[in-house]
């Protein structure tokens, strides 16, 4: 499996706000949000309170509350907040304030909107939550936020969520070579080392693919099971080789991968290694 397939997926996974300005037809609503967009507190605030258009979405779906919360503007935020919309208005793609807000490292706005009760485990229509958005998009300080209050008990669990493809966390900042992150999922008990998404690659295959020497580590010493297949029949070791990464591939027969696995097509990590002119990592 090449790592094209696993750039598609991510790129299946990754939601973004479209360029243009936001908007519905109405002039009210046009305005609203284009003083949302840029900041214009003083302007929002001088508009006449309409709640029905407070909460009115353009054709994606997206309110000024969805805007303000993107764009990081906490005193707009607050002040829609304050007019009673709705903070778990969704877009057509399911998208809530709180994902944009934790996509876009907004901290201050997502702690609010949590302490307003925002869902924290909303899924978006690919399963994604707030905190996979966040660590999809590297917004550490969102990430810290919501595992803290996890801690605390204030919110519910989202650290074992997992998304349509049923990715948990942990296969997300594998494949966003977050080091940190993969230990403080290890290390909360959260991560699962050897939990098989859709395809039944766990964070180790994905890893290996990939050549991320230093958090396959983590995963090995962690207890991830270095011979786990996938849906394929492919191991971790597979991977590694059909990828070129042979320091992957090295480390895993040094940890004691098992060399005579065979995938769906027959084909043991030999065969791999063979093509790629790299049979002697079998005489380690």
Excluded at 22 to 48: M, Q, T
Excluded at 138 to 150: C, P, R, T, Y
Excluded at 164 to 191: F, I, P, R, Y
Excluded at 241 to 246: E, R, V, Y
């Amino acid at each position: 499996m090449k790592k094209i397939f696993y750039s598609f997926i991510i790129m299946l996974l990754s939601f973004f706000v479209p360029e243009r300005l936001p908007g519905g037809d109405d002039p009210y609503h046009r305005k609203l949000i284009e003083f949302c967009w840029s900041g214009n507190i003083d302007s929002v605030k001088a508009l006449p309170v309409k709640e029905s258009k407070l909460n009115e979405r353009d054709v994606e779906g997206l309110t000024a509350l969805h805007v303000a919360s993107f764009k990081g503007y906490l005193d707009i935020v607050k002040y829609l907040v304050e007019q009673n919309v709705d903070v778990n208005v969704q877009t057509r793609t399911k998208l809530t304030p709180l994902h944009l807000a934790a996509q876009q490292g907004h901290k201050e706005i997502v702690e609010y909107l949590l302490d307003k009760e925002a869902e924290g485990e909303a899924k978006t229509v690919l399963g994604q939550t707030p905190m996979h958005l966040a660590m999809q998009e590297g917004q550490s300080n969102v990430v810290a936020l919501l595992m803290e209050l996890q801690k605390q008990k204030k919110m519910e669990s989202v650290l074992e969520k997992q998304d349509e493809n049923n990715n948990t966390l942990l296969h997300v900042a594998v494949v966003k070579n977050d080091v940190d992150m993969v230990k403080q999922l290890l290390a909360s008990g959260s991560g699962k080392p050897n939990a098989g998404n859709r395809f039944g690659n766990t964070p180790l295959h994905l890893a290996a693919a990939y050549g991320y020497l230093p958090i396959m580590e983590e995963l090995l010493n962690a207890k991830a099971n270095i011979n786990a297949t996938s849906r394929g029949r492919s191991a971790p070791l597979h991977y590694a080789l059909s990828n070129g990464n042979t320091g992957a591939a090295k480390l895993l027969i040094e940890r004691g991968a098992d060399v005579d696995v065979k995938d769906d097509n027959k084909k043991t990590p030999l065969h791999f290694a063979a093509e790629l002119g790299n049979a002697e990592l079998f005489d380690l």
